[in-house]
T-cell receptor, first 115, second 112 residues
Framework: DTEVTQTPKHLVMGMTNKKSLKCEQH?????MYWYKQKAKKPPELMFV???????INESVPSRFSPECPNSSLLNLHLHALQPEDSALYLC??????????????FGEGSRLTVL | GENVEQHPSTLSVQEGDSAVIKCTYS??????FPWYKQELGKGPQLIID?????GEKKDQRIAVTLNKTAKHFSLHITETQPEDSAVYFC???????????FGGGTRLMVKP
């Protein structure tokens, strides 16, 4: 099983809503990532979890709140978002947790629209 | 921090022709250089990678070359097919970090 599964695939929310994006992998990977991708742009790193601990936060606004309940699951909690936060949110995982040396496995993404 | 520049931003070729995409990086400590392919509606997928102790790597129709002195690396696709049409991203990273720095992407269109 070499898949990273993201739900939901599409999400529309108002600026006052609270919603969550979910990501799951069963490859035994020890690092998990959230990326944000705007149209015609490369993925931008938001957060990295290594061995279930937050290791990198790329100065992301607090309206985005990550959570790693266990080594297979990664959530991104959304609250009071702005229309400019509309984007494709990609989850990824990699085998190593203590230093990046190999392939990132990406999910298909959750396309978020903030009205 | 690392900065990766990628050219061209769009590339249109006839089926069967070759395609070349070039990237330059700024941090001489970078030692891992992957290439990702992103098809419409999907996440990026690794297609080939190279480490700094190797100058060239080939996998069927795809090859990557690395020039550490000049700090640039290139993706070569031969005998292009319509299914090669996608956005391609180069990236660079330093081992012992947890970050990839992506280039800006190249939209490759292969015309049948």
């Amino acid at each position: 099983d070499t898949e990273v599964t993201q739900t939901p695939k599409h999400l529309v929310m108002g600026m006052t809503n609270k919603k969550s994006l979910k990501c799951e992998q069963h490859m035994g990977h020890r690092a998990m990532y959230w990326y944000k991708q705007k149209a015609k742009k490369p993925p931008e790193l938001m957060f990295v979890y290594s061995y279930e601990k937050l290791s990198i936060n790329e100065s992301v606004p607090s309206r985005f709140s990550p959570e790693c309940p266990n080594s297979s699951l990664l959530n991104l909690h959304l609250h009071a978002l702005q229309p400019e936060d509309s984007a494709l949110y990609l989850c990824a995982s990699s085998q190593e947790g203590g230093g990046f040396t190999g392939e990132l496995f990406f999910g298909e993404g959750s396309r978020l629209t903030v009205l | 921090g690392e900065n990766v520049e990628q050219h061209p931003s769009t590339l249109s070729v006839q089926e069967g022709d070759s395609a070349v995409i070039k990237c330059t990086y700024s941090d001489s400590a970078s030692n891992y250089f992957p290439w990702y392919k992103q098809e419409l509606g999907k996440g990026p997928q690794l297609i080939i990678d190279i480490r700094s102790n190797v100058g060239e790597k080939k996998d069927q129709r795809i090859a990557v070359t690395l020039n550490k002195t000049a700090k640039h690396f290139s993706l070569h696709i031969t005998e292009t097919q319509p299914e090669d049409s996608a956005v391609y991203f180069c990236a660079a990273s330093i081992s012992a970090g947890n970050m990839l720095t992506f280039g800006g992407g190249t939209r490759l269109m292969v015309k049948p």
